[in-house]
């Protein structure tokens, strides 16, 4: 069983169209969980780290949320630019002492 | 704005022979990472280091694959007889403390291909 599942795989916005990618978890022992924006042949942007359920961050026209199943990452009014593959990480107790474990990714396209 | 560097950007090279990936961490920082994404597929981690010792590894990180931090700066991953499924993108990431509370930098990234 997945310990990180991202969803949906892909998601096709018009821009300005606002929405939210999930990312549930079943490890137990959270430490933080970690989004990451990644381009095409490029590696992982750091975005946020959550770190206890009810934590909320926002950057620009991302917010990202955390409850003790799953995290949000909420998109308000897209840009083309922010077109990339979203990435949700995991640290914790399960999953080793100073490493994450990465989801398969939400591919973002914004359409202009 | 400081950030993580590797070397080089596209590696192609023969099944068997030796290759050996190098990154320039973030100079403040204390631990290093090594991740890999096969194409399509998530990033799956490798290997941490601190304190000139590997702290963890993960199964993939067999005895195929060392690390080194030979100076102040570089921080290299050698894959010592690599084989086709060893194709992959090799990230390197570095932090300034554990991640308990710190956030990890990826590099760039070096894509090897191995015929």
């Known amino acids: 069983e997945d310990q990180v599942t991202q969803s949906p795989e892909a998601l096709r916005l018009q821009e300005g169209e606002s929405s939210s990618l999930n990312c549930s978890y079943t490890?137990?022992?959270?430490?933080?969980l970690f989004w990451y924006r990644q381009d095409p042949g490029k590696g992982p942007e750091f975005l946020f780290t959550?770190?206890?359920a009810g934590e909320e961050k926002e950057k620009e026209r991302l917010k990202a949320t955390l409850t003790k199943k799953e995290s949000f990452l909420h998109i308000t009014a897209p840009k083309p630019e922010d077109s990339a593959t979203y990435l949700c990480?995991?640290?914790?107790?399960?999953?080793?002492?100073?490493?994450?474990?990465f989801g398969t990714g939400t591919r973002l396209t914004v359409i202009p | 704005e400081p950030e993580v560097t590797q070397t080089p950007s596209h590696q192609v090279t023969q099944m068997g022979q030796e290759v050996i990936l190098r990154c320039v961490p973030i100079?403040?920082?204390?631990?290093f990472y090594w991740y890999r994404q096969i194409l399509g597929q998530k990033v799956e981690f490798l290997v941490s280091?601190?304190?000139?010792?590997?702290?963890?590894k993960s199964e993939i990180f067999d005895d195929q694959f060392s690390v080194e931090r030979p100076d102040g700066s570089n921080f290299t991953l050698k894959i010592r007889s690599t084989k086709l499924e060893d194709s992959a993108m090799y990230f390197c990431?570095?932090?300034?403390?554990?991640?308990?509370?710190?956030?990890?930098?990826f590099g760039p990234g070096t894509r090897l291909t191995v015929l």
């Open positions: 100079s403040n920082h204390l631990y």
């Open positions: 490890v137990s022992g959270l430490r933080g």
């Open positions: 959550l770190y206890s």
């Open positions: 990480a995991v640290h914790a107790d399960q999953t080793g002492a100073n490493n994450l474990f």
């Open positions: 990431a570095s932090s300034e403390r554990d991640i308990t509370h710190n956030e990890q930098f």
């Open positions: 280091f601190y304190n000139n010792e590997i702290s963890e």
